[in-house]
């Protein structure tokens, strides 16, 4: 009786909800397997778990979004829709997918029971803690322990996570701790010949790279680098602008100073006696997560939020520094701060001093490896769900 009045009251809630009226694609022939994750980044997983699918079995996944995402192989994206239950019946009698997988926990308790009155898997993954959609307001009685009822299964990211689900009504047999799903992979190319060529122009130099470094920051990194110098005469600052338009204006600021500069837009190579190496090609900065030990994450400091995903460099082995200014990447520090594989800093005189605690070799080896830990992991847990997803739709097809 309390599912069904919370169940309700849910649907006569007041709605934010976008994705209502939407154009819907024909839906391919053959099996589909139906996607939800309420946000770019909870789609990460999902996304390299559909790319699985479709390259090893030709299996078309449908990814539900809130955020917009880009387009990829054997995946149509569309928003999900309103969920109240005429919207749910619509949206399954037009995909009739084969299964249900969401993501994180967010619950969508009309579109829920209305796959489970169709007998189809209902399935939970990367599940953190269950929760309603974030425009539905109120109390709802029994909804959450209701819609969880119906998973067969449930992958916790750890064991606080099982406890949250099976603690909300979801069965304990049906959760099972599995770690995150696999992203893919963050790692930014590098032209593998330039790479040789200037480690060994470098030889044994210290380097370290300012990656996007936009202008309200050029201040903290140059008196970084300057503090460093006293113990590491010979360091090399590689520094990216957040635009390229910035970099003669940087050159220039910096040779006004006193600054030894090596430009490479204008073709002028990195000497022994170089003390910073400007770049502005923002394709290249695979190149430079390669080659630098130590990275700084440009925007975090001073800026609005870090530029660039600390994914890619925690994936090439760089360590990385950063500020407290997370952006639209919190969920990717929280993963690296959680395994303390980055240096987090709060002011510019915390730049400079936790620089010169990475210079020592072992340190920064120690940041990166626990940080490519974090970038490469996965690759086990979408193998499993994956077979399991395989299993259901042999039964089937």
Same mark, same amino acid.
């Given at each position: 009786?309390?599912?069904?009045?919370?169940?309700?009251?849910?649907?006569?809630?007041?709605?934010?909800?976008?994705?209502?009226?939407?154009?819907?694609?024909?839906?391919?022939?053959?099996?589909?397997?139906?996607?939800?994750?309420?946000?770019?980044?909870?789609?990460?997983?999902?996304?390299?778990?559909?790319?699985?699918?479709?390259?090893?079995?030709?299996?078309?996944?449908?990814?539900?979004?809130?955020?917009?995402?880009?387009?990829?192989?054997?995946?149509?994206?569309?928003?999900?829709?309103?969920?109240?239950?005429?919207?749910?019946?619509?949206?399954?009698?037009?995909?009739?997918?084969?299964?249900?997988?969401?993501?994180?926990?967010?619950?969508?308790?009309?579109?829920?029971?209305?796959?489970?009155?169709?007998?189809?898997?209902?399935?939970?993954?990367?599940?953190?803690?269950?929760?309603?959609?974030?425009?539905?307001?109120?109390?709802?009685?029994?909804?959450?322990?209701?819609?969880?009822?119906?998973?067969?299964?449930?992958?916790?990211?750890?064991?606080?996570?099982?406890?949250?689900?099976?603690?909300?009504?979801?069965?304990?047999?049906?959760?099972?701790?599995?770690?995150?799903?696999?992203?893919?992979?963050?790692?930014?190319?590098?032209?593998?010949?330039?790479?040789?060529?200037?480690?060994?122009?470098?030889?044994?130099?210290?380097?370290?790279?300012?990656?996007?470094?936009?202008?309200?920051?050029?201040?903290?990194?140059?008196?970084?680098?300057?503090?460093?110098?006293?113990?590491?005469?010979?360091?090399?600052?590689?520094?990216?602008?957040?635009?390229?338009?910035?970099?003669?204006?940087?050159?220039?600021?910096?040779?006004?100073?006193?600054?030894?500069?090596?430009?490479?837009?204008?073709?002028?190579?990195?000497?022994?006696?170089?003390?910073?190496?400007?770049?502005?090609?923002?394709?290249?900065?695979?190149?430079?997560?390669?080659?630098?030990?130590?990275?700084?994450?440009?925007?975090?400091?001073?800026?609005?939020?870090?530029?660039?995903?600390?994914?890619?460099?925690?994936?090439?082995?760089?360590?990385?520094?950063?500020?407290?200014?997370?952006?639209?990447?919190?969920?990717?520090?929280?993963?690296?701060?959680?395994?303390? =594989?980055?240096? @987090?800093?709060?002011? /510019?005189? &915390?730049? #400079? %001093? *936790?620089?010169?605690? $990475? +210079? !020592?070799?072992?340190?920064?080896?120690?940041? =990166?490896?626990? @940080?490519?830990?974090? /970038?490469? &992991?996965? #690759? %086990? *847990?979408?193998?499993? $769900? +994956? !077979?399991?997803?395989?299993?259901?739709?042999?039964?089937?097809?």
């Amino acid at each position: 009786m309390a599912l069904n009045l919370g169940l309700t009251l849910y649907s006569l809630a007041k709605r934010r909800e976008s994705g209502r009226d939407q154009p819907r694609p024909a839906r391919p022939n053959g099996a589909l397997v139906w996607m939800h994750a309420p946000d770019a980044n909870a789609a990460r997983g999902l996304r390299e778990l559909a790319l699985r699918l479709w390259l090893d079995d030709a299996v078309l996944s449908l990814i539900t979004c809130h955020d917009p995402l880009p387009d990829q192989p054997g995946a149509l994206v569309q928003l999900p829709p309103p969920d109240t239950t005429p919207e749910a019946r619509a949206f399954l009698d037009h995909w009739r997918p084969d299964l249900c997988l969401f993501s994180e926990g967010e619950l969508r308790p009309a579109m829920i029971s209305e796959a489970a009155l169709r007998q189809l898997p209902l399935m939970m993954a990367d599940a953190v803690a269950p929760r309603l959609p974030k425009e539905r307001d109120g109390w709802f009685p029994g909804v959450t322990r209701g819609a969880l009822a119906k998973f067969s299964w449930i992958g916790a990211i750890d064991e606080a996570a099982s406890r949250n689900f099976r603690k909300a009504g979801a069965a304990p047999s049906a959760v099972a701790v599995t770690g995150r799903l696999e992203e893919a992979s963050a790692a930014k190319p590098g032209n593998e010949a330039e790479r040789a060529a200037l480690a060994a122009t470098f030889a044994t130099r210290p380097v370290w790279f300012a990656a996007a470094l936009p202008e309200a920051e050029e201040a903290a990194i140059i008196a970084a680098h300057r503090a460093a110098l006293q113990h590491a005469h010979r360091l090399l600052l590689i520094v990216l602008p957040d635009r390229a338009d910035r970099a003669s204006a940087l050159a220039a600021r910096a040779e006004a100073e006193g600054w030894a500069i090596a430009h490479r837009a204008q073709e002028e190579e990195p000497e022994a006696h170089t003390e910073v190496f400007l770049v502005d090609s923002p394709e290249e900065i695979g190149l430079w997560y390669r080659l630098a030990p130590i990275s700084f994450l440009g925007g975090s400091l001073l800026g609005q939020g870090a530029l660039r995903d600390p994914m890619e460099a925690a994936a090439l082995g760089s360590a990385i520094l950063h500020g407290p200014m997370a952006g639209s990447y919190g969920m990717a520090f929280g993963r690296l701060g959680a395994a303390r =594989a980055t240096r @987090a800093v709060a002011t /510019a005189q &915390d730049l #400079a %001093e *936790a620089l010169g605690d $990475l +210079l !020592a070799p072992d340190r920064a080896a120690r940041l =990166a490896q626990a @940080a490519w830990t974090v /970038a490469s &992991d996965g #690759a %086990e *847990a979408t193998d499993a $769900l +994956l !077979a399991r997803i395989q299993a259901l739709l042999e039964d089937k097809y």
